[in-house]
């Protein structure tokens, strides 16, 4: 086979994937929104939106802000025992624009950032990656206390309201639960009786520097401030979504405990590759406090609105990002 024929082929696959990387995770966002907006009366929409209180949208932008701010000084944390030591105003004017470039193209953000970073602070491109995973491990956890501690919180409100929901009868079968745990006992036999296989080799490689680089944190002088700065990132996004329920008469009566509920979800539906979450991010939010007695209607007008603002927010501190990252460069 000629080496024109195969760079061509190299280039169609290419197109391909940049073709699925971007047009897929928006048309699934958009997919989604259709169906979430497609009985909706968007002048009663908008009547709504209107009237929520301005100023309290506005002040809970801080704390997205600050949660991401942190979020670099964390990654120094991370880095520093690997034997570099970046700006921290790089690392967290380069968290900033992950997220602008999120919203362009979904999950490109996190490789766009450690690229970046890269070339700026002269450190292996594949080092940087080995942190991304310690940063986002750690944010699954966080999640999954956070989702816990809202079920735990939410509990007596569930059992309460249990027979308005349409539990799965599979969900109440013995054997779903027994399914669940053969196939556990399944995938540990698979593991340890072909451990030759590539595709095995492979995901036992992945789990391996997944566990290095997880390592690397016990090596870190200050475990701590790691810890409290893992805490405090998650504090300043629940803030970030949980003020802006004092924003809305309907949401404004809904305690902590439901904040946590319904933050819960929508960090949830980050996982779903979208543009900046949009989509999955509304379902997530509107399923969540109409859960709570919030009328369809008042749900989708909450979730359009936050999630406008705070996007724009978001693109806005991007670009200040990475416009400050140009201006570093042209400084150092």
């Not at 497609?38 to 932008?61: E, G, P, Q, Y």
């Not at 296989?197 to 690397?216: G, Q």
């Not at 700065?229 to 998650?234: L, M, Q, R």
Request: proline share 3%; with cysteine.
């Amino acid at each position: 086979m000629s080496d024109t024929v195969v760079q061509k082929k190299k280039e169609k696959k290419s197109k391909l994937n940049s073709f699925i990387k971007i047009f897929v995770p928006l048309g699934l966002g958009i997919v989604i929104l259709y169906f979430l907006y497609r009985d909706t009366n968007f002048v009663d929409l908008w009547r709504i939106i209107k009237n929520a209180n301005w100023a309290i949208l506005t002040f809970s932008l801080i704390f997205g802000l600050l949660g991401n701010v942190i979020r670099g000084l964390r990654w120094r944390l991370i880095i520093d025992p690997l034997g570099y030591h970046p700006r921290k105003s790089s690392l967290v004017y380069a968290v900033l624009g992950n997220y602008a470039v999120n919203f362009a193209l979904p999950r490109a953000g996190e490789i766009w950032r450690c690229g970046v970073i890269s070339k700026e602070e002269k450190i292996p491109f594949k080092k940087l990656i080995g942190t991304l995973i310690i940063d986002r491990v750690f944010d699954t956890l966080m999640v999954a206390l956070i989702l816990l501690l809202a079920f735990v919180c939410n509990a007596t409100v569930f059992l309460r309201k249990s027979s308005e929901f349409n539990i799965p009868p599979f969900l109440t079968s013995v054997w779903f639960y027994v399914a669940v745990a053969a196939s556990l006992v399944v995938v540990i036999a698979i593991f340890a009786i072909f451990k030759e296989n590539k595709i095995v080799k492979k995901v036992r490689e992945f789990l391996l520097s997944i566990w290095n680089d997880m390592k690397t944190v016990k090596t870190m002088k200050e475990k701590k401030r790691f810890l409290i700065y893992t805490v405090s990132i998650w504090i300043a996004y629940f803030l970030y979504f949980f003020v802006t329920f004092y924003a809305f008469d309907f949401t404004s009566h809904l305690g902590i405990a439901a904040g946590l509920f319904v933050f819960a979800l929508s960090s949830v539906s980050m996982a779903i590759p979208s543009n900046g979450g949009l989509g999955p991010w509304q379902a997530a939010v509107v399923f969540a406090l109409m859960a709570f007695a919030i009328q369809s209607e008042q749900a989708i007008a909450f979730a359009t609105a936050v999630f406008t603002f705070q996007s724009i927010w978001v693109v806005l501190c991007g670009l200040f990002g990475i416009a400050a990252l140009s201006f570093n460069k042209e400084k150092k």
